[in-house]
């Protein structure tokens, strides 16, 4: 399963990430609950503007998605290589299908990081120090 990671930049210049399709429809539509004659956002218009090239948005400035494992690219290769090293450490061998799954494991714990400091506006480097902070990876 691929991940993919929602960026919303609203109006006012404010950030929002997401994982998940339906809660950008969600945060999209409650931003332009006042707006009169406001038409609000379905999973097709999201999917219209994600994956099918439309240009026409409205209510924010813009929608983006990004591959999971390219925006934490340094985190999930420090990650695998360390995985392997314990591995061959106690003589076990991961599939590519086990690896895969730890990797998606992985980068649910950096979303549930990354997301909450990114939506509470805190800076890079606080959310990198967090990261740091929990004892993962040190990159």
């Not at 999201?46 to 985190?75: P, Q």
């Not at 999930?76 to 730890?102: C, D, G, M, W």
Request: hydrophobic share 30%; proline share 1%.
């Amino acid at each position: 399963m691929k991940l993919t990671i929602y960026k919303i930049i609203m109006n006012d210049d404010s950030c929002y990430f997401t994982d998940n399709r339906n809660n950008l429809v969600e945060v999209i539509n409650n931003a332009n609950k006042d707006v009169e004659n406001y038409k609000p956002y379905t999973i097709s218009t999201i999917n219209g503007i994600l994956y099918n090239g439309n240009k026409i948005i409205r209510g924010v400035k813009s929608v983006e998605r990004f591959n999971a494992i390219d925006y934490y690219n340094d985190y999930v290769n420090e990650y695998t290589e360390q995985l392997i090293k314990n591995a061959e450490k106690q003589n076990k061998h991961y599939s590519p299908s086990t690896i895969k799954r730890f990797q998606h494991q992985f980068i649910t714990l950096l979303n549930a990081i990354e997301f909450n400091g990114r939506n509470s506006g805190e800076s890079d480097e606080v959310i990198k120090n967090k990261i740091n902070a929990i004892g993962l990876i040190k990159v």
